[in-house]
Nanobody, 124 residues
Framework: QVQLVESGGGLVQAGGSLRLSCAASGHTVSSYEMAWFYQAPWKEREVVAY????????GYAGSVKGRFTISRDNAKNTMDLQMNKLKPEDTAVYYC?????????????????WGQGTQVTVSS
């Protein structure tokens, strides 16, 4: 079992940057594929970016590609999301997630462990 805790959310103006961090405890994260999801009010939770166990393979939602960068440090049991050129439509609660099994699909239900979420609000 792994516990995940996000940090780094907040209020930022459009065009600004934020860096989210996810700290894991209870088990080494190198055993898990990980991802960041976001959920806006009245919408489903969707994947923002994903990263494989080694960190060598990453992927992004089309809406954030070129602006967001996912990374992980297995030695520190952490995962980050660098968010640049933020837009008002990026406003959401952002969640860190981990899963034991490998997959090329990224629906929320495929992830086993979740953080509590951190609010990101981008003002126009």
């Amino acid at each position: 079992q792994v516990q995940l805790v996000e940090s780094g959310g907040g209020l930022v103006q459009a065009g600004g940057s934020l860096r989210l961090s996810c700290a894991a405890s209870g088990h080494t994260v190198s055993s898990y594929e990980m991802a960041w999801f976001y959920q806006a009010p009245w919408k489903e939770r969707e994947v923002v970016a994903y990263i494989n166990r080694s960190g060598g393979i990453t992927g992004y939602a089309g809406s954030v590609k070129g602006r967001f960068t996912i990374s992980r440090d297995n030695a520190k049991n952490t995962m980050d999301l660098q968010m640049n050129k933020l837009k008002p439509e990026d406003t959401a609660v952002y969640y860190c997630a981990a899963r034991r099994n490998s997959s090329t699909k990224y629906e929320a239900w495929r992830y086993d462990y979740w953080g509590q979420g951190t609010q990101v609000t981008v003002s126009s």
